[in-house]
């Protein structure tokens, strides 16, 4: 197993466009875990699966973002209607479950002009 | 609501120097506390977990202590591979793992 793998590694898309990102965890590892992370600051959660469950998700989750993972396997981050705002780095993590650190991606820098 | 602060917010030292990290944080029911190492434009890497207060774990020239209110990741003798971005997150029982801004330590030959 190669680890966390995230795509793409970069996107850059004109305002008000919607994309997506994928993220294709640890085999063994059934929690997968999104995060996104601006310059100078730490990641910030925005979601979790337990398999194909999603089990939680944070208040900058806006209506604009939803996370899928079907079959509990691969997962993907779409956001519609992109902003200024959006422009951050998306990472995406997994583990094999509570209390675990977490094996992160490389993560997919996102660059909305 | 839980919170991380790091402090420094950078640190420069000489190669050979060593030194500490700070992590403070306030949370509800502490299930864990991890030390992350993030270089320029990768995911961060772990590097320890810590459950309880007084345990503390080594990997080369680091090592990490917890207390009831803090975390130190002591870096004895540092090399300029050292040079990273050094990242606290506390896991608490809302199941949410909240992450510091992190310590830009950067080590000079």
């Known amino acids: 197993d190669t680890g966390v793998s995230q795509d793409p590694r970069h996107k850059i898309t004109k305002r008000g466009q919607n994309v997506t990102f994928r993220c294709d965890p640890i085999s063994e590892h059934n929690r997968l875990y999104w995060y996104r992370q601006t310059l100078g600051q730490g990641p910030e959660f925005l979601t979790y699966f337990q398999n194909e469950a999603q089990l939680e998700k944070s208040r900058l989750l806006s209506d604009r973002f939803s996370a899928e993972r079907p079959k509990g396997s691969f997962s993907t981050l779409e956001i519609q209607r992109t902003e200024q705002g959006d422009s951050a780095m998306y990472l995406c993590?997994?583990?094999?479950?509570?209390?675990?650190?977490?094996?992160f991606g490389s993560g997919t820098r996102l660059t909305v002009v | 609501e839980d919170q991380v602060t790091q402090s420094p917010e950078a640190l420069r030292l000489q190669e050979g120097e060593s030194s500490s990290l700070n992590c403070s944080y306030t949370?509800?029911?502490?299930?864990?506390l991890f030390w992350y190492r993030q270089d320029p434009g990768k995911g961060p890497e772990f590097l320890f977990t810590?459950?309880?207060a007084g345990e503390e774990k080594e990997k080369e020239r680091l090592k990490a202590t917890l207390t009831k209110k803090e975390s130190f990741l002591h870096i004895t003798a540092p090399k300029p591979e050292d040079s990273a971005t050094y990242l606290c997150?506390?896991?608490?029982?809302?199941?949410?793992?909240?992450f510091g801004a992190g310590t830009r330590l950067t080590v000079k030959p």
């Open positions: 949370v509800s029911g502490l299930r864990g």
């Open positions: 997150a506390v896991l608490s029982n809302n199941n949410d793992m909240r």
């Open positions: 810590l459950y309880s």
């Open positions: 993590a997994s583990s094999p479950g509570t209390g675990h650190g977490y094996t």
